[in-house]
């Protein structure tokens, strides 16, 4: 083999390394992102409550991805003024099995029903459940004003 068909050989052979590099790197990037759950809509009475994702276990389409989040601050969240005694809908993608839902006091989740309390202030609530898909938790919310 001369030098020359030598020296384009390597070039082939490293070029073709390098784009399979970039397209091996892209797949993966774009997998990582794309494997969550869907978010939940929220209804706290008349007003859609902004719903942020929290810890999960999903998989999709062979591949699987787990977060782990502590639990959040008030602060953490986009709080949407309500009234006191609202209704809280929760509509999933699809109805969970297990389906959740608790109310965030002094740092513990506790069982609650899906009512926001009478009394004026800051309230968190966590609600999620198991799909076939893995489970999935979600945090919101919500301020009653004086």
Known sequence: MSGL????LWIVVIGLLVVGGILYATSFWKSGTSVKPPLPTVRVGTVTAEVKQSTYCWSDGGEAVCEDHGLPEADDLQLVPVEAGAEIDVEFH????NASFHQ????ELVPAEPVVPDEPGV??????????????RYVFGVEVKE
């Open 5 to 8: 068909r030598r020296k384009v």
């Open 94 to 97: 699809a109805e969970p099995s």
């Open 104 to 107: 965030l006091v002094d740092g």
């Open 123 to 136: 309230y968190v609530f966590e609600t999620g459940g198991d799909w076939p898909q893995g489970d999935s």
